[in-house]
Protein backbone atom coordinates (compact mmCIF):
# COMPACT_ATOMS: atom_id res chain seq x y z
CA UNK A 1 0.00 0.00 0.00
CA UNK A 2 1.12 3.40 -1.28
CA UNK A 3 0.56 6.42 0.58
CA UNK A 4 -0.44 7.22 4.45
CA UNK A 5 -1.35 3.70 5.77
CA UNK A 6 -4.15 5.03 8.75
CA UNK A 7 -6.33 7.30 6.65
CA UNK A 8 -8.83 4.63 6.65
CA UNK A 9 -8.38 4.47 10.15
CA UNK A 10 -8.60 8.23 10.93
CA UNK A 11 -11.86 7.88 8.94
CA UNK A 12 -14.09 5.20 10.89
CA UNK A 13 -12.07 6.41 14.30
CA UNK A 14 -9.71 3.37 15.54
CA UNK A 15 -7.57 1.53 13.94
CA UNK A 16 -8.13 -1.30 11.86
CA UNK A 17 -4.90 -3.47 13.37
CA UNK A 18 -5.23 -2.58 16.43
CA UNK A 19 -1.73 -0.92 16.28
CA UNK A 20 -0.35 1.44 19.24
CA UNK A 21 1.11 3.89 17.02
CA UNK A 22 -1.76 5.04 14.64
CA UNK A 23 -2.81 8.08 14.97
CA UNK A 24 -5.84 7.79 16.09
CA UNK A 25 -4.69 6.83 19.51
CA UNK A 26 -2.82 8.79 21.49
CA UNK A 27 1.09 8.74 22.39
CA UNK A 28 4.34 9.58 24.44
CA UNK A 29 6.14 12.28 22.69
CA UNK A 30 9.72 12.54 23.38
CA UNK A 31 11.47 15.73 22.65
CA UNK A 32 15.39 15.78 22.49
CA UNK A 33 15.52 17.39 25.34
CA UNK A 34 14.64 14.63 27.07
CA UNK A 35 11.09 15.71 27.91
CA UNK A 36 7.66 14.04 27.47
CA UNK A 37 4.32 14.82 26.25
CA UNK A 38 1.36 13.22 25.09
CA UNK A 39 -0.20 13.30 21.54
CA UNK A 40 -4.02 14.55 20.89
CA UNK A 41 -6.03 11.09 18.93
CA UNK A 42 -6.83 12.50 15.56
CA UNK A 43 -9.71 10.17 15.47
CA UNK A 44 -11.25 12.64 12.70
CA UNK A 45 -10.87 12.43 8.39
CA UNK A 46 -7.69 13.76 7.37
CA UNK A 47 -7.40 17.12 5.37
CA UNK A 48 -8.13 20.88 6.82
CA UNK A 49 -11.52 20.22 8.02
CA UNK A 50 -11.15 16.86 9.34
CA UNK A 51 -11.50 17.84 13.26
CA UNK A 52 -14.75 19.81 12.73
CA UNK A 53 -16.26 17.16 9.76
CA UNK A 54 -19.26 15.64 11.05
CA UNK A 55 -20.08 12.23 10.58
CA UNK A 56 -22.43 12.55 7.89
CA UNK A 57 -24.81 8.47 8.12
CA UNK A 58 -24.21 6.68 5.84
CA UNK A 59 -26.35 5.43 3.08
CA UNK A 60 -26.50 1.29 2.51
CA UNK A 61 -24.52 1.06 -0.28
CA UNK A 62 -21.92 3.28 2.19
CA UNK A 63 -21.72 0.71 4.72
CA UNK A 64 -21.14 -1.78 2.44
CA UNK A 65 -18.74 -0.48 0.93
CA UNK A 66 -17.00 0.68 3.88
CA UNK A 67 -16.58 -3.11 5.02
CA UNK A 68 -15.06 -3.80 1.91
CA UNK A 69 -12.45 -1.16 2.04
CA UNK A 70 -11.36 -2.29 5.98
CA UNK A 71 -10.94 -5.69 4.94
CA UNK A 72 -8.96 -5.13 1.85
CA UNK A 73 -6.99 -2.10 3.94
CA UNK A 74 -6.26 -5.10 6.48
CA UNK A 75 -4.84 -7.53 4.59
CA UNK A 76 -2.96 -4.84 2.17
CA UNK A 77 -4.79 -5.99 -1.18
CA UNK A 78 -5.68 -4.10 -4.15
CA UNK A 79 -9.20 -4.21 -5.21
CA UNK A 80 -7.83 -6.11 -8.18
CA UNK A 81 -6.47 -9.03 -5.62
CA UNK A 82 -9.57 -8.50 -3.47
CA UNK A 83 -11.94 -9.04 -6.26
CA UNK A 84 -10.15 -12.56 -7.56
CA UNK A 85 -9.98 -13.55 -3.96
CA UNK A 86 -13.90 -12.92 -3.76
CA UNK A 87 -14.30 -14.89 -7.02
CA UNK A 88 -12.49 -18.30 -6.12
CA UNK A 89 -14.31 -17.87 -2.77
CA UNK A 90 -17.51 -17.98 -4.29
CA UNK A 91 -16.65 -21.70 -6.38
CA UNK A 92 -17.88 -24.64 -4.65
CA UNK A 93 -19.64 -25.77 -1.57
CA UNK A 94 -19.73 -23.82 1.85
CA UNK A 95 -20.37 -20.17 2.95
CA UNK A 96 -18.38 -17.65 0.59
CA UNK A 97 -17.59 -15.10 3.81
CA UNK A 98 -16.03 -18.34 5.76
CA UNK A 99 -14.06 -19.56 2.59
CA UNK A 100 -13.07 -15.99 2.02
CA UNK A 101 -11.40 -15.06 5.21
CA UNK A 102 -9.82 -18.41 5.02
CA UNK A 103 -8.41 -17.57 2.02
CA UNK A 104 -6.92 -14.42 2.97
CA UNK A 105 -5.74 -15.99 6.25
CA UNK A 106 -3.73 -18.73 4.50
CA UNK A 107 -2.06 -16.42 2.17
CA UNK A 108 1.75 -16.59 3.02
CA UNK A 109 2.36 -12.29 3.75
CA UNK A 110 -1.04 -13.16 6.55
CA UNK A 111 0.95 -16.24 8.02
CA UNK A 112 4.18 -13.79 8.41
CA UNK A 113 1.98 -11.24 9.95
CA UNK A 114 -0.95 -13.29 12.44
CA UNK A 115 2.63 -15.35 13.23
CA UNK A 116 4.53 -12.78 14.49
CA UNK A 117 8.08 -12.67 12.63
CA UNK A 118 6.82 -8.81 11.10
CA UNK A 119 4.82 -6.38 13.37
CA UNK A 120 2.86 -5.30 10.28
CA UNK A 121 0.97 -6.64 7.07
CA UNK A 122 3.11 -4.22 5.86
CA UNK A 123 6.72 -5.25 6.80
CA UNK A 124 5.48 -8.77 6.40
CA UNK A 125 4.95 -8.29 2.40
CA UNK A 126 8.27 -6.53 2.04
CA UNK A 127 9.84 -9.72 4.05
CA UNK A 128 8.10 -11.78 1.51
CA UNK A 129 9.53 -10.04 -1.30
CA UNK A 130 12.72 -9.56 -0.29
CA UNK A 131 13.01 -13.45 -0.11
CA UNK A 132 13.64 -13.50 3.76
CA UNK A 133 10.98 -15.91 4.29
CA UNK A 134 11.06 -19.79 3.98
CA UNK A 135 8.44 -22.08 3.49
CA UNK A 136 9.82 -25.36 4.69
CA UNK A 137 13.18 -24.31 4.11
CA UNK A 138 12.75 -23.05 0.70
CA UNK A 139 12.68 -19.24 -0.04
CA UNK A 140 8.76 -17.91 -0.95
CA UNK A 141 8.98 -14.95 -2.57
CA UNK A 142 5.07 -14.37 -3.34
CA UNK A 143 3.04 -12.80 -0.64
CA UNK A 144 0.15 -14.11 -2.70
CA UNK A 145 1.72 -18.20 -1.66
CA UNK A 146 -1.00 -20.24 0.12
CA UNK A 147 0.02 -22.13 3.11
CA UNK A 148 -1.17 -25.59 3.54
CA UNK A 149 -1.42 -26.93 7.28
CA UNK A 150 1.41 -28.55 8.75
CA UNK A 151 3.83 -26.28 6.71
CA UNK A 152 6.28 -24.09 8.45
CA UNK A 153 7.15 -20.70 7.66
CA UNK A 154 10.02 -19.09 9.31
CA UNK A 155 12.58 -16.68 8.54
CA UNK A 156 16.25 -17.59 8.45
CA UNK A 157 19.00 -16.95 11.17
CA UNK A 158 21.74 -16.86 8.63
CA UNK A 159 20.35 -14.70 6.01
CA UNK A 160 18.62 -12.23 7.76
CA UNK A 161 19.70 -11.63 11.40
CA UNK A 162 18.20 -8.24 11.52
CA UNK A 163 14.57 -9.52 10.76
CA UNK A 164 15.50 -12.76 13.45
CA UNK A 165 16.32 -10.23 16.33
CA UNK A 166 12.64 -8.56 15.25
CA UNK A 167 10.76 -11.07 15.32
CA UNK A 168 12.41 -12.94 18.51
CA UNK A 169 10.99 -9.63 20.72
CA UNK A 170 7.48 -9.69 18.97
CA UNK A 171 4.90 -10.81 21.78
CA UNK A 172 2.27 -10.39 19.54
CA UNK A 173 -1.43 -13.20 20.68
CA UNK A 174 -1.40 -16.05 17.86
CA UNK A 175 -4.70 -17.11 16.63
CA UNK A 176 -5.34 -20.97 17.57
CA UNK A 177 -4.51 -22.39 14.02
CA UNK A 178 -0.84 -21.10 14.05
CA UNK A 179 2.29 -22.37 16.47
CA UNK A 180 5.38 -20.20 17.12
CA UNK A 181 8.78 -21.01 18.18
CA UNK A 182 10.10 -17.80 19.22
CA UNK A 183 13.67 -18.59 19.45
CA UNK A 184 13.95 -20.35 16.20
CA UNK A 185 11.78 -17.94 14.32
CA UNK A 186 9.19 -20.14 12.91
CA UNK A 187 5.74 -20.77 12.77
CA UNK A 188 3.63 -23.89 11.82
CA UNK A 189 -0.06 -23.76 10.36
CA UNK A 190 -1.73 -26.28 12.55
CA UNK A 191 -5.08 -26.63 10.82
CA UNK A 192 -7.04 -24.38 8.60
CA UNK A 193 -8.36 -21.31 10.50
CA UNK A 194 -12.02 -21.92 11.97
CA UNK A 195 -14.51 -18.41 11.49
CA UNK A 196 -14.56 -17.89 14.94
CA UNK A 197 -10.54 -18.11 15.21
CA UNK A 198 -10.12 -14.99 12.79
CA UNK A 199 -10.15 -11.80 13.89
CA UNK A 200 -10.46 -9.48 11.40
CA UNK A 201 -12.76 -6.32 12.73
CA UNK A 202 -15.07 -6.43 9.85
CA UNK A 203 -18.47 -7.91 8.87
CA UNK A 204 -17.81 -10.37 6.37
CA UNK A 205 -21.37 -10.94 5.54
CA UNK A 206 -21.44 -7.54 4.23
CA UNK A 207 -18.34 -7.60 2.10
CA UNK A 208 -19.77 -10.96 0.24
CA UNK A 209 -23.56 -8.54 -0.02
CA UNK A 210 -21.23 -5.54 -1.68
CA UNK A 211 -19.71 -7.59 -4.26
CA UNK A 212 -22.86 -9.80 -4.77
CA UNK A 213 -24.57 -6.72 -6.06
Known amino acids: MKGPKHT ?22 KSREGGESTSTPKAYPAGQHGPTKRRNKLSTYGELLLEKQKLRTFYNLSEHQLQFIYKKAKQGQGITGDKLLRLLEMRLVTVVYRGGLTSTIFAAR ?4 HRHILVDGKIVDRASFVVKPGQVVSISSERSPMLSTIAKGIDAPLPAYLQKDKEECKVTVTHEPLP ?8 ISRVVEYYAR
Open 8 to 29: LCRRIGQCIWGLPNCPTNSRVI
Open 196 to 203: EEINSNVT
Open 126 to 129: QAVS
